[in-house]
């Protein structure tokens, strides 16, 4: 089945730096890949996703890149701020059924002031 | 105000008991999934429905169940056969299935 490993499982990065957290999957047939933020205690908040008929997205300091030949996918964040500290998940989906959402393991992101 | 509303935030759960987790979304959505989260790890699928009156088991299906009589309802029940239930609990939905899903805020369970 498919398997999505995420990584790093911890990273830091001074304010202002640029953050990137990179996962594969393994399913050449999923076609949608999302990012979740989740801040302590609370659901995953969909943040940025990208179909596979498309490279990179952007939507202000987060972008998201896709190399379907390699099975991997990046999130990247700019200019980071504090509010950026929490978990990111990434995820690969074959649309198309309901059993076939695989999330990756979580990176916790932390911004040093 | 739409959403996915999850209750209660915090539950505790005696030894040989069940207890019953409520999800409620009001966004029209058909499929609706349940997630057990651990600590500093990732999610795992409890259970999904894609249409009323009919579920699916997930990945970690033993030890809990699950009903589907309304739409916009998805109660998730751990029962006494769970033998490790503290967990954060997270229910989602989505338009259709195979869909993006979006989370309700999280219930953590604990045990006595």
């Known amino acids: 089945g498919e398997n999505v490993e995420q990584h790093p499982s911890t990273l830091s990065v001074q304010e202002g730096d640029s953050a990137v957290i990179k996962c594969t999957y393994s399913?050449?047939?999923?076609?949608?890949f999302p990012w979740y933020k989740q801040e302590l205690g609370k659901g995953p908040q969909l943040i940025i996703d990208?179909?596979?008929?498309?490279g990179e997205k952007k939507d202000q300091r987060i972008a998201v890149t896709l190399n379907k030949t390699a099975k991997h996918f990046s999130l990247h964040i700019t200019e980071t701020q504090p509010e950026d500290s929490a978990v990111y998940f990434c995820a690969a989906i074959l649309y198309s059924s309901a059993s076939k959402i695989i999330f990756g393991s979580g990176t916790r992101l932390s911004i040093r002031p | 105000d739409g959403g996915i509303t999850q209750s209660p935030k915090y539950l505790f759960r005696k030894e040989g008991q069940n207890v019953t987790l409520s999800c409620e979304q009001n966004?029209?959505?058909?499929?609706m999934y349940w997630y057990r989260q651990d600590p500093g790890q990732g999610l795992r699928l409890i259970y999904y429905?894609?249409?009323?009156?009919?579920?699916q088991k997930g990945d970690i299906a033993e030890g809990y169940s699950v009903s589907r009589e309304k739409k916009e309802s998805f109660p998730l029940t751990v029962t006494s056969a769970q033998k490790n239930p503290t967990a954060f609990y997270l229910c989602?939905?989505?338009?259709?299935?195979?869909?993006?899903?979006?989370f309700g805020a999280g219930t953590r369970l604990s045990v006595l």
């Open positions: 989602a939905s989505s338009p259709d299935t195979g869909g993006i899903q979006y």
């Open positions: 429905s894609q249409i009323v009156n009919d579920f």
């Open positions: 399913d050449s047939a999923s076609n949608y």
């Open positions: 966004l029209n959505h058909d499929a």
């Open positions: 990208i179909r596979s008929n498309v």
